[in-house]
């Protein structure tokens, strides 16, 4: 549990850091636009719910997938062919930049700790 806390820790401070990039902020956005406007499609579209329209969303950008659900219409198929297509890319560099935040700051504390030693 200690490790699944420090863990945390590090990744919420790595978005804190990785907020400060305009390019991260870009991407923030364009992900929550992508989450939004897919969620507000397969509610309208397929008749799901707001929250297995955004679980959807999320784990199709994610490149998870979810196994129970399949577009049904013709228009919910090229949606999402689309949909991860486009999203999938923005998806991937928003977690990149997180990763490179938490990465560079690891390396910021082990150079800190070699300046401690000499």
Same mark, same amino acid.
Do not use: W
């Given at each position: 549990?200690?490790? @699944?806390?420090?863990?945390?820790?590090?990744?919420?401070?790595?978005?804190?850091?990785?907020?400060?990039?305009?390019?991260?902020?870009?991407?923030?956005?364009?992900?929550?636009?992508?989450?939004?406007?897919?969620? %507000?499609?397969? =509610?309208? /579209?397929?008749?799901?719910?707001?929250?297995?329209?955004?679980? @959807?969303? =999320?784990?199709?950008?994610?490149?998870?997938?979810?196994?129970? @659900? =399949?577009?049904?219409?013709?228009?919910?198929?090229?949606?999402? %062919?689309?949909? =991860?297509?486009?999203?999938?890319?923005?998806?991937?560099?928003?977690?990149?930049?997180?990763?490179?935040?938490?990465?560079? /700051?690891?390396?910021?504390? &082990?150079?800190?700790?070699?300046? /401690? &030693?000499?």
């Amino acid at each position: 549990m200690i490790s @699944f806390l420090l863990t945390l820790k590090r990744l919420i401070g790595g978005i804190f850091r990785a907020f400060r990039s305009k390019n991260f902020q870009a991407l923030f956005v364009l992900t929550l636009l992508f989450l939004l406007s897919g969620t %507000i499609f397969y =509610v309208n /579209e397929e008749g799901l719910s707001i929250v297995d329209a955004l679980y @959807f969303c =999320v784990m199709t950008l994610s490149t998870v997938g979810h196994p129970d @659900f =399949v577009p049904a219409t013709h228009l919910g198929k090229i949606f999402t %062919i689309a949909y =991860v297509l486009s999203g999938t890319g923005i998806f991937i560099a928003l977690i990149l930049h997180i990763a490179y935040a938490i990465f560079k /700051e690891k390396r910021r504390e &082990e150079l800190k700790e070699e300046g /401690e &030693e000499a």
